[in-house]
């Protein structure tokens, strides 16, 4: 069955009693936003583990009693074939495949679309009318009133990638304004980076000036989250990019004065280092969710680490 990711997001009815949830697409940062929230619904309907696999021959079929139910999140579709998936509906556990568009998929995503017990969910970029039910349910979770030149602007002007487009939204709920004028708008949605964005491109500095830019610019939890989900960004365009060609044609426009720094950064992660770079995300995720007051101690570890896993 198809299920509109959507709807994951802004809490609409969308039943969480399936055995396989498949994420795709080609927009990354709703893939990871999708991921990352479907995992919270389900462990907050049931007792449930987490297990990160990289394919199905990871998978230990054997069922022990007196383990808990486990979700299994995989990213590599290698050796998913009919039989062995039949299997995989016998026990407890719950799978979530992460798979980017390609060929090798297609078949695979056809196979689950056709299954009552699955659920597909298709990540592209925002068009308008996802924007806008995003900006609507923002509006009004928030209690935000917003002037009708300020609404349009920010319809016109939000990012098409997820993780900008919250970015900017968060932004403007920082603000606590009891009515948000064109005038606050303009002044926060911009095509420059911000303040503490531009701490990514400090990467190659020496850790001295990297401390110390970085007391400066991340003063507030909300300025580290925002920092963190900015370079989350560039990580997951490093992870899922094959070529250098297809990085180049998603670093974002206004970003060409760094667009040089930015292919050398990728130029210096092979596979291993990908996959090394996937697990710091999600160590870094796991200590957000968890240990969120300290989150200006956790996101500038992960700046130093990216750096060490980086350059060497």
Same mark, same amino acid.
Request: aromatic share 14%.
């Given at each position: 069955?198809?299920?509109?990711? +959507?709807?994951?997001? +802004?809490?609409? #009815?969308?039943?969480? @009693?399936?055995?396989?949830?498949?994420?795709?697409?080609?927009?990354? /940062?709703?893939?990871?936003?999708?991921?990352?929230?479907?995992?919270?619904?389900? #462990?907050?309907?049931?007792?449930? /583990?987490?297990?990160?696999?990289?394919?199905?021959?990871?998978?230990?079929?054997?069922?022990?009693?007196?383990? @808990?139910?486990?979700?299994?999140?995989?990213?590599?579709?290698?050796? +998913?074939?009919?039989?062995?998936?039949?299997?995989?509906?016998?026990?407890?556990?719950?799978?979530?495949?992460?798979?980017?568009?390609?060929?090798?998929?297609?078949?695979?995503?056809?196979?689950?679309?056709?299954?009552?017990?699955?659920?597909?969910?298709?990540?592209?970029?925002? =068009?308008?009318?996802?924007?806008?039910?995003?900006?609507?349910?923002?509006? %009004?979770?928030?209690?935000?009133?917003?002037?009708?030149?300020?609404?349009?602007?920010?319809?016109?002007?939000?990012?098409?990638?997820?993780?900008?487009?919250?970015? @900017?939204?968060?932004?403007?709920?920082?603000? %606590?304004?009891? &009515?948000?004028?064109? =005038?606050?708008? $303009? !002044?926060?949605?911009?095509?420059? /980076?911000?303040? %503490?964005?531009?701490?990514?491109? &400090?990467?190659?500095?020496?850790? #001295?000036?990297?401390?110390?830019? &970085?007391?400066? !610019?991340?003063?507030?939890?909300? @300025?580290?989250?925002?920092?963190?989900? &900015?370079?989350?960004?560039?990580?997951?365009?490093?992870?899922?990019?094959?070529?250098?060609?297809?990085? $180049?044609?998603?670093?974002?426009?206004?970003?060409?004065?760094?667009?040089?720094?930015?292919?050398?950064?990728? #130029? $210096?992660?092979? =596979?291993?280092?990908? !996959?090394?770079?996937?697990?710091?995300?999600?160590? /870094?995720?796991?200590?957000?969710?968890?240990?969120?007051?300290?989150?200006?101690?956790?996101?500038?570890?992960?700046?130093?680490?990216?750096?060490?896993?980086?350059?060497?």
């Amino acid at each position: 069955m198809r299920a509109d990711p +959507l709807n994951v997001i +802004l809490e609409e #009815k969308i039943s969480l @009693d399936k055995k396989f949830y498949l994420i795709s697409g080609n927009e990354v /940062t709703l893939i990871e936003k999708i991921l990352n929230l479907l995992i919270k619904k389900l #462990k907050k309907a049931s007792p449930i /583990t987490l297990e990160n696999i990289q394919n199905i021959k990871a998978y230990d079929s054997q069922v022990n009693l007196f383990s @808990d139910k486990k979700i299994y999140v995989l990213r590599d579709s290698k050796g +998913l074939e009919k039989q062995v998936i039949e299997k995989m509906e016998q026990g407890t556990d719950l799978f979530i495949f992460v798979f980017e568009n390609s060929p090798k998929i297609k078949t695979l995503k056809s196979s689950f679309l056709k299954r009552n017990d699955s659920y597909v969910l298709d990540c592209y970029e925002l =068009d308008k009318g996802s924007r806008r039910k995003l900006l609507n349910n923002f509006i %009004n979770v928030n209690g935000i009133n917003i002037d009708k030149e300020a609404y349009w602007f920010l319809l016109e002007k939000l990012d098409s990638k997820y993780i900008f487009f919250e970015n @900017d939204l968060n932004k403007i709920k920082d603000l %606590n304004f009891k &009515y948000i004028t064109i =005038d606050e708008v $303009k !002044k926060l949605i911009t095509v420059e /980076t911000g303040k %503490n964005e531009k701490l990514f491109f &400090y990467l190659f500095k020496n850790n #001295k000036d990297i401390v110390n830019s &970085y007391k400066d !610019k991340t003063l507030t939890i909300s @300025d580290a989250n925002n920092f963190y989900y &900015y370079c989350k960004f560039f990580l997951l365009l490093i992870i899922s990019c094959k070529s250098e060609d297809d990085f $180049k044609k998603n670093i974002p426009n206004y970003l060409f004065r760094e667009k040089d720094f930015l292919i050398d950064v990728f #130029k $210096k992660y092979n =596979d291993k280092k990908k !996959k090394k770079l996937l697990k710091l995300i999600q160590n /870094t995720e796991r200590f957000l969710r968890t240990k969120n007051e300290v989150s200006i101690l956790i996101v500038f570890r992960f700046l130093l680490s990216f750096k060490k896993l980086t350059i060497s």
